[in-house]
Nanobody, 125 residues
Framework: QLQLVESGGGLVQPGGSLRLSCAAS???????VGWFRQAPGKEREGVAC????????NYADSVKGRFTISRDKAKNTVQLQMNSLKPEDTAVYYC???????????????????WGQGTQVTVSS
């Protein structure tokens, strides 16, 4: 079974940047990959998704223009570059492998077959 591990979370001031990375035990290029986040007391929500080829991406409206999802095929990883961070971006961030190569219904958690353990992102002054 594909195992995913997130890294790169931390504490950052508003307006700052962080780069999250998702590494896999298996061949991540076989899957679309999504990033989700969950804040205390809230449901897990989709942040972004990238197709297996990297040619198609999707973003939540709340992060468009600030976050960028990308693949490093040589390293078998998927990154989430987060700029202009806001306090409302504070959450545990998870990466997940989609059932398909394309991000069909990308923000639906049931479309994903494997999840990482999450990494905490805190945006605070």
């Amino acid at each position: 079974q594909l195992q995913l591990v997130e890294s790169g979370g931390g504490l950052v001031q508003p307006g700052g940047s962080l780069r999250l990375s998702c590494a896999a035990s298996g061949f991540l290029l076989d899957y679309g990959v999504g990033w989700f986040r969950q804040a205390p007391g809230k449901e897990r929500e989709g942040v972004a998704c990238i197709s297996s080829s990297g040619g198609s991406t999707n973003y939540a409206d709340s992060v468009k223009g600030r976050f960028t999802i990308s693949r490093d095929k040589a390293k078998n990883t998927v990154q989430l570059q987060m700029n202009s961070l806001k306090p409302e971006d504070t959450a545990v961030y998870y990466c997940a492998a989609h059932l398909l190569k394309f991000c069909v219904s990308w923000d639906a958690t049931y479309k994903y077959l494997s999840w990482g353990q999450g990494t905490q992102v805190t945006v605070s002054s």
